[in-house]
T-cell receptor, first 114, second 115 residues
Framework: AQKVTQAQTEISVVEKEDVTLDCVYE???????LFWYKQPPSGELVFLIR??????QNEISGRYSWNFQKSTSSFNFTITASQVVDSAVYFC???????????FGKGTLLTVNP | ETGVTQSPTHLIKTRGQQVTLRCSSQ?????VSWYQQALGQGPQFIFQ???????GRGNFPPRFSGLQFPNYSSELNVNALELDDSALYLC??????????????FGSGTRLTVV
C-alpha cells in the first residue's frame, strides 16, 4: 500500500521568509513518481513538479526547490523568499510505476503574511 | 490547448438523490481519473477510465460509477447520495502510452453539497 504523510498541517510565515514543506512517503514499488501540487482557494490542483524514483537530483525552479532523498523516503519542497501569492494548500502525491492513481497527503496550508 | 473543464461548478442535492458530474478532458488526453476531496483532506482516488473502460478503482462503493465517451469526456455518477458524499470532486486527464511519463491535468472541480 502507498502512503504519503505531510506532518505539517498549517504553516504561517512572513513575506520574504524561506519555508520548507515536508513530505514522507511509503511504497513497495521500485519505480514510482512523486509530485507536488498547489491548490489555491479556486480549487484547481496546479502541477508544480514530477520526479521519478530513479532521479535523485535536487531541482530548482525560480524560488522553488525540491530535495528528494530515497534513503529517508522524503521529498521536501522549499520556497525561498516567500510571497503572499504563495499562500495555498500544498499537496505531495505518489504514483506507482504500474498504476496510475495518485495517493495524496493531507496537505499543508501555507499562509504568507505581508 | 484547452484545459480540463468540469460542470457544474457547484451543486446542492438532497440525501438519497442521484447526481451526474461532467468532465471534458484536455485535448489529446486518453485517460481520465476522478478524485473526491473532503474538506480539509487530500484528494482520494475514485476510479480511472482508459479507452472507455474502468481500469482502476479506489475504495469507493458501487454507487459511484462512471463513463468515458469516445471523445474522452467523462461522467461521474453517484446514486443514493449520503451526507458524507459532500466534497469537491476533481477530474484529471492524462495521456498514456507505453514508456511515456505521467502528466495529469486537473480541473477546478465540482463542489457537491448533500443536505
Amino acid at each position: 500500500a502507498q502512503k504519503v504523510t505531510q506532518a505539517q498541517t498549517e504553516i504561517s510565515v512572513v513575506e520574504k521568509e524561506d519555508v520548507t514543506l515536508d513530505c514522507v512517503y511509503e511504497t513497495r514499488d521500485t519505480t514510482y513518481y512523486l509530485f507536488w501540487y498547489k491548490q489555491p482557494p479556486s480549487g484547481e490542483l496546479v502541477f508544480l513538479i514530477r520526479r521519478n524514483s530513479f532521479d535523485e537530483q535536487n531541482e530548482i525552479s525560480g524560488r522553488y526547490s525540491w530535495n528528494f532523498q530515497k534513503s529517508t523516503s522524503s521529498f521536501n519542497f522549499t520556497i525561498t523568499a516567500s510571497q503572499v501569492v504563495d499562500s495555498a494548500v500544498y499537496f505531495c502525491a505518489l504514483s506507482g510505476g504500474s498504476n496510475y492513481k495518485l495517493t495524496f497527503g493531507k496537505g499543508t496550508l501555507l499562509t504568507v503574511n505581508p | 490547448e484547452t484545459g480540463v473543464t468540469q460542470s457544474p461548478t457547484h451543486l446542492i442535492k438532497t440525501r438519497g438523490q442521484q447526481v451526474t458530474l461532467r468532465c471534458s478532458s484536455q485535448s489529446g488526453h486518453n485517460t481520465v481519473s476522478w478524485y473526491q476531496q473532503a474538506l480539509g483532506q487530500g484528494p482520494q482516488f475514485i476510479f480511472q477510465y482508459y479507452r472507455e473502460e474502468e481500469n482502476g478503482r479506489g475504495n469507493f462503493p458501487p454507487r459511484f460509477s462512471g463513463l468515458q465517451f469516445p471523445n474522452y469526456s467523462s461522467e461521474l455518477n453517484v446514486n443514493a447520495l449520503e451526507l458524507d458524499d459532500s466534497a469537491l470532486y476533481l477530474c484529471a486527464s492524462s495521456f498514456w502510452a507505453p514508456r511515456t511519463d505521467y502528466g495529469y491535468t486537473f480541473g477546478s472541480g465540482t463542489r457537491l453539497t448533500v443536505v
